[in-house]
């Protein structure tokens, strides 16, 4: 079975970091582009960042330079370092995993998803 382990999430001051994780199984995490969505309170949920299975990335606008997207093959674990946080990225953050192997399309079309972790940024 594909399992999505999203951890790492907690409070954090305006400003902080944090790195987030996604453990991977049941399937070849190295053939499959990844990707972090989040869903703020009353929000949709949007795209944060993809990363290909050749290592390629994208990233949403309001993340780029502050949010970084990389992926241990060897350790089947996916991980968004963020940093200069800010209130505005208080947010649910969840792994995905695109339903095409070894495609890069964006947006993504993910279909499994990790349960989520959460984010507060919060002074």
């Known amino acids: 079975d594909v399992q999505l382990q999203a951890s790492g999430g907690g409070l954090v001051q305006p400003g902080g970091s944090l790195r987030l994780s996604c453990a991977a199984s049941g399937f070849p995490f190295d053939d499959y582009a990844m990707s972090w969505y989040r869903q703020a309170p009353g929000k949709e949920r949007e795209l944060v960042a993809i990363i290909s299975s050749a290592g390629g990335t994208y990233y949403a606008k309001s993340m780029k330079g502050r949010f970084t997207i990389s992926r241990d093959n060897a350790k089947s674990t996916l991980y968004l370092q963020m940093n200069s946080l800010k209130s505005e990225d208080t947010a649910v953050y969840y792994c995905?995993?695109?339903?095409?192997?070894?495609?890069?399309?964006?947006?993504?079309?993910?279909?499994?998803w990790g349960q989520g972790t959460l984010v507060t940024v919060s002074s």
């Open positions: 995905a995993k695109d339903s095409v192997r070894n495609r890069w399309r964006i947006p993504p079309e993910s279909d499994y």
